[in-house]
């Protein structure tokens, strides 16, 4: 049983978001499955707190919801700021905004850099689909926290959509400062109904990153571990 419980644990400890403390940044990336806050806790605690003051989030597709809600509000409470290092998807997006300050780093080409959200979703929730109904709970909460960040800037429109969408549906967010020409869309709903298919995105006229509140400056980040944020 013992032996059990610790191949679990070390699965677990696999499997999650890797963290890695470079100078005064703390670089999170990979996958969030439910471990990352007291890992958090640990590295910090080795570390040192008082030595960060900026979160990497570097490609992410997300994972646990009310972890992501977790580490959100403890990024939120030392006063620190966030940056997307290419791709932050669902749960990372919501750590993404615990940032006071939130930004884009320059470790990426434009078209590589991108926080994105979507309703919360849980195996609970699609077997609650198939029986035809389903607990809001987790996507209202969700809702609610990148309004309050946002300083209340996201329009109602866009958290309609966001509330609204399906697991494979996406808001996305560009940075305008870098589209290839101005004036070009930087929000875009995204859908990839089968993996096999390509993914369609159609622009969301109107409105930009900034004027949502979702990045709170156009000044690019560079990651202290750029080098190797390039290779990927």
């Known amino acids: 049983m013992r032996l059990a419980v610790l191949l679990v644990l070390l699965s677990t400890q696999a499997l999650a978001m890797d963290i890695k403390p470079v100078g005064d940044q703390l670089i999170m ?3 969030i499955n439910g471990g990352e806050f007291a890992r958090l806790r640990d590295v910090l605690a080795e570390y040192g707190e008082a ?3 900026t979160v990497i989030l570097r490609d992410s597709p997300g994972g646990d919801h009310w972890e992501s809600l977790r580490v959100g509000e403890f990024i939120r409470d030392r006063g620190w700021r ?15 905004m615990g940032g006071l300050e939130r930004h884009f780093t320059d470790d990426k080409p434009e078209s590589q850099t991108r926080v994105s959200f979507h309703g919360s979703y849980s195996p609970a929730d699609t077997l609650r689909a198939r029986a035809g109904g389903r607990n809001w709970e987790d996507t209202s909460r969700s809702v609610s926290w990148i309004k ?3 300083d209340g800037k996201l329009s109602e429109a866009l958290l309609d959509r966001v509330a609204m969408m399906e697991k494979h549906e996406f808001l996305r967010f560009t940075d305008p400062s870098r589209t290839p020409k101005a004036g070009m ?4 709903h995204c859908v990839q109904p089968e993996k096999s298919l390509p993914r369609k995105c159609d622009p969301v006229e109107g409105t930009d990153s900034y004027r949502e509140g979702i990045i709170t400056s156009k000044v690019l980040l560079r990651s202290n571990d750029r080098p190797e944020a390039m290779a990927r």
């Not at 869309?185 to 875009?188: G, R, T």
């Open 29 to 31: 990336s990979g996958r």
């Open 51 to 53: 030595r960060i003051h």
């Open 82 to 96: 966030t940056a997307v290092s290419g791709m932050c998807s669902s749960g990372c997006a919501l750590m993404f």
């Open 148 to 150: 309050e960040r946002s």
């Open 185 to 188: 869309p930087s929000v875009f």
